[in-house]
């Protein structure tokens, strides 16, 4: 079994790495290459200003291309909480910024032909329990009253044309939801940020970030550059060099399992329409086909940042958890299994703006393929000095209380989301 991304394998060549030195200034640095980061250069660097992107490791070693690949529709919230929770009006404005969303992916990849396996497949959500079908129902009248998204639903006993696997109660299918190889595509968002004259510096930490006077000093693991501004793009990796933003969002790990090749017509049985697919429990697991024919398989099997021993251990439990959803997988190979981080926030919604200076996107809560790309244009271009009137764009983020960037509270809480599972 190979411990990384089954994506890095999909990518026509190794990307080369370019050797790029870091200037002693920028208009600009950009601290990440995800997502965020790139898009927001891209933007930038278009506009005319001297961007430069430092990034710890590799280009899209974060969350970027470690991640399932499946550009959803909605936010993390369900639809009903969201308006339980903002009233009708204020709902209706946040879950149409996921739908924006999915057209800023739709806009960049076909601007940049980028080569990504960008594909409207659809998402169907499978009921664990009996009493979680009955809720699709409302969750459909919801979503077409309120949101105007047409959903579909699938009886248990007509399920098998969605689904190769008996595990569960029916199916809410949403067309609208993509597919992506998330590899290729962030990839390709580095191709396009350097076509317009952004430096992207791989394998390069920044260590401090340091006002004075008009500019930022920025000190890196190589020299130190002097900035006008600063965008901070480490959302589930962001750490002590950024201490007030490391306060808001919290580092939980996401693991993924992914088969040896089955073969075409073993892997359209699993999923016969070839949707993303995941499940409705808390602690859920997500899966999809990928071109090959493999099936790929996630979950939060375990809360912490992914190491050699949580990936082994976290494998084991989506293997087992594989198989319980589709028995017939018991003889297969597993051939890659890896974590990454995603960047949860106290209200579960993502944030960008201004945080002492600096500017901020991230906290997308596991829905960040397309909410990243999005709020990554949208941080940039108020950077560039654009009004930008957009509800996750404002400076009001307050720090999660009795919390510094370690999160003692995941063991507390896997516990209670495991227990919700079992009771609801
Ligand atoms: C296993 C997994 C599955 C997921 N599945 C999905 C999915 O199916 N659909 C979906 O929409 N979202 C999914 N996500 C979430 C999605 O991948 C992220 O929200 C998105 O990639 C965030 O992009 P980003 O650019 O903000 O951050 P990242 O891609 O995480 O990039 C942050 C970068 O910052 C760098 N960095 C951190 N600190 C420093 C420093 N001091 N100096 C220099 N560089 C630094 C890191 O090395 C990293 O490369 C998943 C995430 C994981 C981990």
Redesign the pocket.
Known sequence: MLEHPYWLDTLEQTPPSIPTPLPSRADVVI???????LVAARHLARGGASVVV????EI?????S???????TGLKVDAATLVSQHGETRARELFDVSTRAIEDVEAIVSEERIECGFERTGHLMAAVKPSHFAAFRDEQALLARVFGQRVELVSPSEQRAELGSNRYHGLLIDPESRAIN?AQYVHGLAAAARRVGAAIVTNT??TSVKNAGAEWVVRTTANIVAAKNVLI???????R?TPALRRRFVPIG???ITTEPLGEARATELLPRNRMAFDSKNFLF?FRRTDDHRLLF?GRAEFSAPNANTTRRAAAILRQGMTEVFPQLADVRVDYAW????AFTRDQMPHAGLLDGLYYA?G?C?????M?THLGGQIARRLAGEAVDHPFVNDRFPAIPFYTGRPWFLPLAGTYYRLLDWLQ
Not at 339 to 342: L, N, T
Not at 366 to 370: D, K, L, P, S, T
């Open positions: 601290i990440g290459a995800g997502y965020t980061g430092v990034e710890h490791g899209g070693s974060g969350a970027s470690r991640n399932g690949g499946q550009v959803l998330p930490a920044v793009a480490t959302n589930g990796y962001t750490g060099a996401s693991y993924i997500y996630g974590g990454g981080h995603v991230g997308y596991g829905h960040g393929i397309a990243a």
